[in-house]
């Protein structure tokens, strides 16, 4: 029976004892009474909490491919997958947390989304401009969720279509899916064009539907270059934040506080933990990393290593320095990669070597003097978009973009890098 909640509710009820964390109700009485007896007040609740909901289970989607794309350990005393089917020795399980829980979570929030539509559309307390406000900014989350979860599954695909919860949609492949995301976005950015945003906003600063509409234009340009739509990409990158002469860390993120009701950043781990729990770049970080490259300082030398199952790592992440630290949805460094990588491609090789040296630059290297070849600047462009946008969910995918898979390093015999998780189980069925 093709019930997308079904199916999701059913993940949680079977699989408990393989669970880490938890996974919000999905029968909000919150959402039934605004579809019931919508007010302002009501629906703003509700778009509280879609943006709330983003923020669940990003440790373990974070955790589970930076292990694949080596760029971390994580370590724990109570959970050896981690370190084992994580890394490649056994098989991936498509019934237990590090797929189940990214996947619930990201569809509770794609099914939350549809709701405040429906419920938008029937809501004469606002106007049409309102209207647009609200759905542009949902639909733009929605599609940022889909990614998130096509990031894991990959060429096995996900379900675009969720809305009917009685005739939900079929798994599609990866370029379906991508389009059907960059269509979303699309839609996003239409209504988002002479919007009024009325609601709360928690990802950025002076927020107006301008300011969501670049936010937009930044994912979609995200999406293009994994649609190898280079022109595309670059296209949005103009109607987006992209400043080539910007600050890196301009952007749009999680928030976290420690205020009754919110979340800490589940990502921060205090340097040289003792306890068990370890969060720490793989030995290759530093040993990859260029003499006076400053980026360095995202794994911070510990005063004793941390070591589970022949693992060994002796600097721990150092990115989110806080339990109220943002995290990096999209910001302006990757905006400049994105075009960096565009321009290569597109072979315009003078304006790509302007922005590599951008970065180059920022991070305390001399000007690029390597080839001047596609292929030597992919190189290039790779290598700093490893250090760069270390930790933020990227070199994985980069590397399976240019099926360089094969070049990350297995430190155990029995290690393998994986290419993609499986479907959940009970998605599956």
């Known amino acids: 029976m093709k019930k997308h909640l079904i199916i999701l509710l059913g993940s949680l009820i079977g699989l408990a004892a393989c669970q880490k964390g938890e996974i919000p109700n999905l029968n909000s009485p919150i959402v039934d009474d605004a579809i019931r007896n919508g007010t302002k007040v009501k629906l703003d609740n509700l778009m509280v909490g879609l943006e709330s909901g983003t923020r669940n289970s990003l440790a373990t989607y974070y955790d589970a491919i930076g292990l694949i794309g080596r760029e971390i350990y994580r370590m724990s005393a109570s959970e050896p997958r981690y370190t084992k089917e994580l890394m490649g020795d056994g098989t991936l399980d498509n019934n237990t947390f590090y797929i189940t829980n990214p996947w619930a979570a990201r569809y509770r929030v794609v099914r939350q989304g549809n709701i405040i539509q429906d419920v938008v559309a029937n809501a004469t307390y606002l106007s049409d401009a309102q209207k647009k406000g609200y759905t542009g900014y949902t639909k733009t989350i929605m599609a940022y969720q889909l990614l998130m979860n096509l990031n894991m599954t990959y060429t096995n695909g996900i379900r675009t279509d969720v809305k009917d919860p009685n005739n939900i949609g079929p798994i599609k492949g990866y370029p379906e899916s991508l389009a059907d995301i960059a269509a979303l976005l699309d839609q996003g950015k239409a209504d988002l ?53 910007g600050p890196f860390d301009n952007g749009y993120y999680h928030s976290f506080s420690n205020k009754s009701g919110d979340q ?3 990502l921060f781990l205090p340097q040289n933990t003792t306890s068990g729990e370890f969060r720490v770049a793989t030995p290759y970080y530093a040993a990859d990393i ?76 001399t000007p690029y003097a390597g080839g001047i070849t596609q292929a030597a600047l992919i190189t290039e462009l790779l290598y700093n978009r490893r250090y760069s946008l270390f930790g933020e969910g990227h070199r994985w995918i980069d590397m399976r973009r240019y099926n360089k898979l094969g070049e990350l390093p297995n430190p155990r015999p029995n290690d393998k890098v994986w290419d993609k998780f499986p479907v959940p189980l009970t998605e599956g069925n």
């Open 290 to 365: 260029k003499p006076g490259d400053d980026r360095i300082g995202k794994a911070t030398l510990r005063t004793e290593p941390a070591t589970q199952l022949g693992l060994v790592g002796n600097r721990d992440v150092w990115i989110h320095k806080g339990n109220e630290a943002p995290v990096y949805i999209i910001r302006n460094e990757e905006l400049i990669l994105i075009y960096a990588e565009a321009k290569i491609q597109l072979s315009q090789i003078p304006d790509a070597i302007v922005a590599l040296n951008v970065i180059r630059d920022e991070h305390n290297l």
């Open 264 to 266: 800490l950043n589940p």
């Open 193 to 245: 064009t002479g919007a009024e945003i009325a609601f709360p906003v928690t990802i950025g600063t002076n927020i107006n539907a301008a300011s969501l509409l670049k936010f937009n234009r930044a994912i979609a340009a995200r999406v293009a270059i994994y649609r190898q739509q280079w022109a595309a990409a670059l296209t949005a990158l103009n109607e987006s934040f992209f400043d080539l002469n």
